[in-house]
């Protein structure tokens, strides 16, 4: 098969995990993180950044989300505040982080 050389804009990015809860137990969540897809060039440079926090760069790169609910259950419109809160969750910046750089490049097929 030939390899198409298409210009994507757009990531969408699987966030899955799981909050301890008030009990101590684990209370799973899992959302979509719409991201802008970043070059090759733009990844090395992210991770050679030692001053841009996890954070910062989750916020950098998130255009939209779908999936996150408040405690009633009714989704929360994407803001740059709504995401700022959600980010706040210690450790869920990282998650986020990490399901992006994941999930952006190419994967080789056995």
Known sequence: MAFKLVKREKLPVQVKGH???EDGRPVPFDFTLHC????QAQVQAVLEDKEESVTAFVQRVSTGWEGVLDDQGN????TAENLA???EQPGLAAVCSKAYLSNIGAVAKN
Do not use: C, M, N
């Open 19 to 21: 909050i301890k809860g």
């Open 36 to 39: 802008i897809r970043l070059s």
């Open 75 to 78: 989704p929360i419109d994407f």
């Open 85 to 87: 809160d959600v980010l």
